[in-house]
Each structure stands twice: as structure tokens, then as C-alpha cells.
């Protein structure tokens, strides 16, 4: 049978998802008070660490307290145990975000979606995975936008509410569920599209424009020898036979028809 303490030591060691531990109670250890519940976790966001956890408390109205996670006793699927309510304040949380919404974008800019959970060590804090999809919105459904399990040691730099990754990690995406935007061509994975092979650049005016002028040059000339045999075809035989006359020297060495002379006689 498993003590008390080797419990807390599990709980401490497992690995949490954000999502399941929203909306989880808070109960101190020194009078087993309810002290509110977990209202939302804050990341480093340059060490991709969980440090707080923002208390809201039922006496507290709309006034959130501040826990760091170095200062919970224990951190079960049913409760967070703190020792006191001392160890709840106000702390500045300059530099911590909730990264829900950050953009996830490759080297090489390809854009694989939106954070929507992610997974920690209940102990160190240190996120080990990333919950993306398409839009990145918690409260929708795994079965409408689907959602892809990223690697955070893929994570090279951050930028403004952006996480840049190494170029290829698209390949180290593991879907958890798909859903059915997934099925429009619009929210298809740019990943998973085709690759599209680039036209040939056409040639240049000048190029163009001299091959034309010599398509029609060639065009002209075979037009021409063409209609020169179909029109020698068209002469009658008899035509087409009869030599052509020829000039002969004139007494002064001009040239004379035949064809005159004989018709001078």
C-alpha cells in the first residue's frame, strides 16, 4: 500500500496537463480549509517553465492571489495542497504569460498553429510538450480543430506572443484527434498540402519577338514555294512545255526577241 508521503512524492513527479488542473480546488494542510481554486498558470516564458498559479478564492471576490509553484506541498488530479494561506500573495509576474495563443511558426516561416494546452512536470515545472492546433482556442473541441502534440525541446527562440521552432518540426507533430475543420480545403495543414512545382519564367519580349519574326519568315517562304507549284500546276501542258524564247545579239549587239522577229515577218 502506498503512504501518504510516497503520494505527494507521485503527484509531484507526474506529469500535468493545463487544461486539467483549471478550476481544480486549493486546500491548505493546516486546517483543511477550501481556499479557492486554480484560476490560471503562468509560464516563463523564455525557460518554458510553469512558475505560478493564480488563486481565485471564494471570500476574495474578483481579486486573484499568487502561488508559486515552488511553494506547493502537493498537486493531485483532485486538489492542490498548499500548507497555509501565507504562502498566497502578490507577486510580480513581469515576464510570465499564459502562452494560450501563441503563434507556432518554423525557421523557415512555416506557420504550424496556435498553442492550445501543454503539458509540465508537476515538480520542476519545465513543459515537455505542446498542445497545438489551427486556432489555438481552449474551448474548442479536439473534434472540430484538430490538435497536434509538439515537442517544446523544439523550441529555438521567442518572439512576440510567438514560439519559433526548429525548421522541420513539422515532421515531429503527433496528432492527438482530428477534427472536422479539417476536411475544409481552407484549415487543411500547409504541411500536408501539395507541393507546388513553379511555372518556368517565360522568355523575354526581345527573345519572344525574334522568333516570332523568324516563325514568320519561315511561314512566308514555305507559303510562297507552295503557291509557286500549285500555280505552275495550274498552266496548261502545252503551256508549261513551250521553251521560253531566247535574245539573241541584234546587229548593234542589242538583244532581239525571236518572238518579235518572227512576228515581223
Known sequence: MTSANESVALARTAVCRRSDLLGTQVISQENAARIGIIDRILVDVEQQQVLVFGIRGAGQGLRTLMLELSQVAALGRDALLITSEEVLGDFDTTGLEKIIGFEIMTEDGLRLGKVKDYYFNAASGVISDLVISRLGIPLLSGRIDTTYLLPAEDILRVGS??????????????????GLLQLIPLFK?????????????????????????????EYEQDYEDEYDMEEEEDRPEEERARPQPVAEAGPEGEAVDQSEEAERS
Open 161 to 178: 506572443n510567438r514560439f519559433i521552432v526548429a525548421q522541420g518540426a513539422e515532421t515531429h507533430l503527433q496528432q492527438q484527434q482530428q
Open 189 to 217: 495543414p500547409v504541411w500536408e498540402e501539395e507541393e507546388v512545382i513553379p511555372a518556368l519564367p517565360s522568355a523575354s519580349p526581345s527573345i519572344r519577338d525574334m522568333e516570332e519574326e523568324e516563325y514568320e519568315e
